[in-house]
């Protein structure tokens, strides 16, 4: 099992598993709202010119959040490519 | 015998999440028969389409884009109203019609999921169907429809397709009595909302809705919670809190709670139901991103389309401004040539026909920003701007949204300040919107250029690669921005604080843009301007015509034009010298009438305040004179200095090489106080132009943001924060330029 990190660490085309969104307030609803559930893959595409915000592809579709709210969500790196559960 | 009753009018409510055409179907099935408004006490813009389906009255609410059902702001409230029946303009919706994007149809069922919480009859549209297929995504919509358990319509809102399927869909829903709620929730949560409700009962008050009970658990300080924490007989919020602590404690964490079951739900109802390509092929968009996100190729071409629509704004609309000047001008003309020169002749060529010139003439810049923004958003782009400049604008509190409204101030506020609306955020909206003004528009530069080519010496540094008129130019046009730096962070910082807006964005698939969703949004924009801000423009305009008209005496005036206008009906040589004589006198007049008008009477009045900054009271007159908008000032200087009486007088044709008019720079370099000083010199240049960058005389700005914030104290907030901001920098370029022996 890979160690757990921030979302935010993760690689320019890495892929991960979410663990856990932090928080109760808007910001942690609005992320978990938006598809980002425990076990779900995810998988960052790419960053603004200033480093932030960062794109990710998530429940087939693509997002962008602020470092600082990437921050909030935990995942797990996969090694292996996942497979998209759908 | 009594007739029968006419069916009772029913209200359908369309709902969805952004980027799924929401707004294609709506005017695709209601045509050009919308009204737009405001509810009361928000933002949020009210858009109402009346359509008849099957005998019946219908009228159509839309609703704003939004990704979930959990309101946070007041703003947000708004949609969970109406759809309750709780928004006293609104009657009680009959039926919900939810709009999804058939091509990512996971995410979108969170909002339908909501929806169907609420118990009501509800309609499912699989919008953009096409784009989906296209995708390789198939969907059995009659097995979707059985797992739902209600009507499910495919569409393609850009073609129209499939659109007559959305009146039987509702009609279905309605007779079905359908939409069974789902019960995603886990079972200790059920409880407590059940608990809830009794200890609502115990304390002798009936309890609100399921839906808002449930609301109430889960957002934690949500708006709903705080409605209700007032009214409700007792302790709310300690209440919730334990509740919320109790599910803790048996597994279940609020908010995840919500998304994990929602989801959870989603899965089962699309499984077997809808099938996915095996593997995911390097799509179009992700092509497009590579290069359009790139770190400098993505910046370049970010660049190069916003030169296009500034450029657009502030130099393609100018042939179509120039022609409804003229048309303006020719108007004018025409009354001239039939009426006698009085009272009436005046209000109509200065005060109506200027008034209505003065609303007609923002249309070209409005249709143009709103063109490239309808573009920008349908094709998917206006999202990959706002996460390209977001950091930047982050620096001072903004988001990304904030980029292209108050770059197109640059070229006019008014359409920049219409533009605010791709902000969902209130705070952050609002802040732009009200730093919009203090970017440096294209009705500054004539002011600039006045006053630059009457009293800025003419030097070059650098072997004539720079210029001092051309640095003080740039100083001018950058002042608005560089104060609205700390302007923005100071709002941020006082009425406008708060918890951080959440920046999650997604960034849609890129598609071609539809014509008629742009068009449509330019004509929208374009009647909405007209129609909410253009008779207060035009009321301005006329109210500040009569206060410069009267009560002076003008009988001698008006006989000199109409001398003047004898002569020129029959021109020969003899009469060019009285011609002139003439011309002098009504020009003399004209100055003497405004002097003794209302104007003339405040210029005198605030002469005491403006004299610190420099001005006599001529200049006084000039400023208050242009508080319709801020290029008027070089006309009224023109008459208060005695240049030509008429609007259309030869002060105004006879513009030179400095881009000002030769006579009125004259009159300035020549215009004397009573001790005999000249008036102006370069300090005062510098402390009217530094006045014009920062100060608010622009109605038609502030009648704009009056309609957009629904009410007249923020409009009110930015004419009294930009006028000291530009006094305050007028005595200090006064000042400072006294001091330098300038």
């Known amino acids: ?86 | 015998m009594e007739p029968t009753p006419a069916p009772r009018a029913l209200t359908v409510v369309l709902i969805g999440n952004p980027n799924t055409g929401k707004s294609t179907v709506f005017n695709g099935l209601s045509g050009l028969q919308s009204r737009v408004g405001n509810y009361p006490g928000v933002t949020v813009e009210k858009k109402i389409g009346r359509v008849r389906w099957d005998g019946r009255d219908v009228a159509l609410v839309d609703l704003p884009g939004t990704y979930s059902l959990s309101p946070r702001t007041l703003d947000e409230m708004v949609a969970v109203d109406v759809l309750l029946g709780h928004q006293a303009d609104v009657a009680a919706p009959d039926a919900v019609i939810v709009i999804v994007d058939a091509s990512n149809l996971e995410r979108n069922l969170y909002l339908f999921s909501q929806i169907l919480d609420l118990g009501m009859p509800v309609v499912l549209v699989l919008n953009m169907i096409d784009v989906a297929r296209h995708k390789g995504i198939t969907i059995d919509a009659r097995e979707l429809e059985r797992r739902i358990g209600a009507p499910v319509v495919a569409t393609e809102g850009h073609r129209r397709v499939g659109l007559d399927g959305l009146e039987r869909g509702v009609f279905r829903a309605m007779a079905e009595r359908g939409g069974v709620r789902p019960d995603v929730f886990p079972e200790a949560f059920r409880l407590e909302v059940v608990a809830l409700e009794d200890a609502w009962r115990a304390s002798g008050g009936s309890p609100p809705e399921r839906y808002l009970l449930e609301r109430m658990l889960l957002d934690v300080g949500g708006q709903i919670e705080r409605r209700f924490a007032s009214t409700a007989s007792f302790e709310l919020g300690a209440w919730l809190a334990s509740a919320r602590s109790r599910l803790r404690e048996s597994g279940i964490r609020i908010p995840a709670v919500e998304a994990k079951a929602r989801y959870a739900w989603i899965r089962r109802i699309l499984d077997g139901a809808v099938s996915h390509p095996e593997t995911a092929a390097r799509t179009l968009t992700d092509r497009i991103d590579h290069v359009v996100t790139h770190r400098f190729a993505g910046l370049l071409i970010f660049c190069l389309l916003m030169f296009v629509v500034f450029q657009s704004i502030y130099q393609w609309s100018e042939p179509l401004m120039g022609g409804i000047e003229g048309i303006q001008e020719w108007a004018g003309g025409a009354v001239a040539d039939r009426l006698e020169p009085g009272p009436l002749r005046s209000l109509l060529v200065d005060g109506v026909i200027a008034g209505v010139g003065g609303v007609l003439v923002f249309l070209p810049q409005i249709a143009l920003l709103f063109f490239f923004i309808a573009v920008f958003e349908d094709c998917g782009y206006m999202a990959r701007a706002a996460f390209l400049m977001d950091k930047l604008m982050s620096r001072i509190g903004l988001s990304g949204k904030s980029f292209v409204p108050l770059m197109s101030s640059f070229a006019c506020a008014i359409p920049g300040i219409m533009a605010t609306r791709v902000i969902e955020n209130r705070r952050d909206r609002m802040v732009t919107l009200l730093v919009a003004p203090l970017m440096s528009c294209s009705a500054r530069l004539p002011v600039h250029l006045l006053l630059i080519g009457a009293f800025v010496p003419k030097r070059t540094y650098a072997g004539g690669l720079l210029t001092l008129d051309g640095i003080v130019l740039f100083l001018m046009m950058a002042v608005g921005a560089i104060v609205a730096v700390p302007v923005a962070l100071l709002l941020k910082k006082t009425w406008f604080r708060g918890e951080t807006p959440a920046f999650v964005m997604e960034l849609p698939s890129y598609k071609w843009p539809s014509y008629r969703i742009v068009l449509g949004r330019v004509a929208d924009r374009s009647r909405a301007f007209v129609a909410r801000a253009g008779t207060l423009i035009f009321a301005t305009t006329v109210l500040v015509w009569a206060a410069g008209y009267f009560p002076a005496d003008r009988s001698r005036l008006d006989d000199v034009v109409r001398q003047i206008e004898r002569l020129d009906a029959a021109p020969s040589d003899a009469n060019r010298s009285a011609r002139a004589a003439l011309s002098r006198e009504r020009a003399d007049l004209a100055g003497r009438a405004i002097a003794t008008s209302f104007l003339g009477w405040a210029g005198r009045a605030i002469e005491p305040i403006v004299r610190p900054v420099g001005w006599d009271w001529r200049i006084g007159i000039g400023v208050v004179a242009s508080f319709p908008a801020r290029e008027v000032i070089i006309a009224t200087l023109g008459t208060v200095y005695s240049l030509g009486g008429e609007p259309e007088g030869e002060a105004e044709s006879d513009v030179n090489s400095e881009g000002g008019p030769s006579g009125l720079i004259d009159a300035l370099r020549t215009a004397r106080w009573p001790d005999g000083r000249p008036v102006f010199g370069l300090p005062v240049a510098l402390s009217l132009m530094v006045f014009f960058a920062l100060c608010a005389q622009c109605a038609s700005t502030l009648m704009v943001i009056g309609r957009e914030t629904n009410g007249w104290h923020w409009p009110a907030f930015t004419f009294a924060y930009m006028t000291a901001l530009a006094y305050a920098g007028a005595f200090l370029a006064f000042r400072f330029g006294t001091a330098m022996g300038w």
């Open chain 1, 1 to 86: 099992m890979a160690d757990r990190m921030t979302l935010d660490r993760l690689r320019t085309g890495t892929k991960a598993r979410i663990v856990d969104v932090q928080g109760d307030d808007a910001i942690a609803t609005r992320i978990l709202e938006m598809g980002m559930t425990e076990g779900e893959p995810i998988e960052m595409v790419g960053h603004a010119p200033l480093g932030d915000p960062i794109e990710y592809s998530v429940r087939g579709y693509r997002l962008s959040l602020r470092k600082a709210e990437a921050r909030r969500v935990i995942v797990e790196p996969s090694d292996a490519e996942p497979s998209r559960g759908r």
